[in-house]
């Protein structure tokens, strides 16, 4: 089952059955859920838990769940600042959109397994959350020009994306190559994206790869170490404003 954050224990609670459970693989599938086999207990891994005083429950067979994320869970969402528009493009079962919300923002979250989708609206739900969330069941890409356009109508503009999928988010930025040469934006979002790399030099690394994708260089960013996830793999969080150059394309 989910593993305990053992950098703030106090502000992480988890109800658990008794199960004993083998992953038996990486997580290499598009919905990002573990392949696992039961050991031993019952084969109910509906799970339920506290993380930045907001509740969650899921099928932790069928979704994505890393507790030692809580600290960058937390991290992120300090950032924000009630009544911006945040769009969490790989949302998951909420852990940034859920808290975001509570904080006041305005949150369209989305993501592509719809076993995570129906636990999010659930989420939302548990959390008695009423309005200043909308969620979706979309590729991410398809995802971020809709969230854009539907904004747009409003007369609004997003704050920040979220991008938390650390194995291909990168790969996803392509989609804001000329994303807003229709529209006239007073400003430029900022983007955080989770990514991996085994480079010694991660800042270079990262940077070369994003400006492949986006075809325009990076001037200006910041990189926040997550965690190490394997050896010589490290996770990182790539924050940056969307070039000007890159939207209006």
């Known amino acids: 089952m989910p593993e305990g954050d053992e950098e703030t224990p106090s502000s992480y609670t988890l109800k658990l059955y008794l199960i004993v459970v083998n992953k038996t693989n990486n997580i ?33 067979s069928k979704v994505y769940w890393n507790s030692r994320l809580q600290a960058e869970h937390c991290r992120l969402v300090r950032i924000f600042k009630k009544g911006e528009y945040i769009c969490d493009v790989m949302a998951g079962v909420g852990p940034f959109s859920i808290p975001s919300v509570k904080k006041g923002c305005v949150v369209y979250a989305n993501d592509l ?108 960013i910041s990189l926040h170490f997550v965690r190490t996830v394997a050896p010589k793999k490290n996770m990182y969080c790539l924050t940056f404003r969307l070039p000007a150059q890159v939207a209006f394309e």
Request: aromatic residues 12%.
């Open 113 to 220: 397994n719809p076993t995570s989708y129906e636990w999010l609206c659930e989420n939302v739900k548990l959390n008695k959350i009423k309005e200043n969330i909308y969620a979706f069941n979309m590729d991410g890409r398809e995802f971020i020009k809709k969230a854009i356009h539907d904004l747009h109508q409003q007369g609004k503009q997003f704050d920040h994306f979220i991008m938390n999928l650390p194995a291909t988010a990168i790969e996803f930025l392509d989609a804001f190559k000329g994303i807003y040469k229709d529209q006239q934006q007073s400003y430029l979002p900022m983007i955080h994206c989770h990514c991996f790399t085994r480079s010694s030099d991660p800042v270079n690394d990262i940077r070369q790869r994003v400006t492949k994708v986006m075809g325009s260089p990076i001037d200006e």
């Open 28 to 60: 290499d599938n598009t919905y990002r859920n573990f392949e696992m086999e039961i050991l031993a207990g019952d084969s109910n891994m509906i799970t339920e838990l506290k993380e930045n005083e907001c509740r969650f429950k899921f099928d932790f």
